[in-house]
């Protein structure tokens, strides 16, 4: 080796974790603690927006059927929600939506923008697809 070599260089850095474990010029001759961090405040972000209200519920019932009468047409209705059953006509509130037609073959109850129909009859699944069609001929003499 050269006198003007480093003596060091010929270490295996692996042996010498000492140095790194235990300080020289450490009076205890321990690592110093880690430095605390600050914590690093949140970026500023805008406020979450309120979630949308979700909307109420359809009106959960069934119009049972439609009365003539003297005064006007009332509607008969079934509340599904506690089975009560009331009697409503054009103009009257029930349960925030308000009766706003009813003929013969159906009722139209709005609130705010929104309105539901509620038709006397509804199609069944085993209903004819053209109801007006003449019943087929038999085919027995």
Do not use: K, Y
């Not at 010929?10 to 001759?29: E, H």
């Not at 939506?97 to 003929?103: E, I």
């Not at 013969?104 to 699944?125: A, C, K, L, Y």
């Amino acid at each position: 080796m050269s006198p003007g070599a480093n003596l060091l260089s010929t270490f295996d850095p692996a042996s010498l974790t000492g140095f790194r474990d235990r300080p020289l010029f450490s009076p205890t001759r321990r690592r110093p603690p880690a430095p605390e961090r600050e914590p690093v405040p949140a970026p500023e972000t805008e406020p979450e927006a309120a979630p949308a209200a979700e909307p109420d519920p359809p009106l959960n019932i069934r119009l049972l059927g439609i009365v003539g009468t003297p005064e006007g047409l009332t509607a008969l209705v079934l509340d599904l929600d506690d089975e009560t059953r009331h009697s409503l006509s054009p103009g009257e509130t029930f349960h925030g939506w308000t009766v706003a037609t009813l003929d013969g073959t159906e009722m139209v109850m709005t609130r705010g923008g929104e309105s539901q129909d509620f038709p006397v009859f509804t199609p069944t699944d085993n209903a004819p697809e053209d109801a007006t069609a003449p019943p087929a001929e038999d085919a027995t003499p």
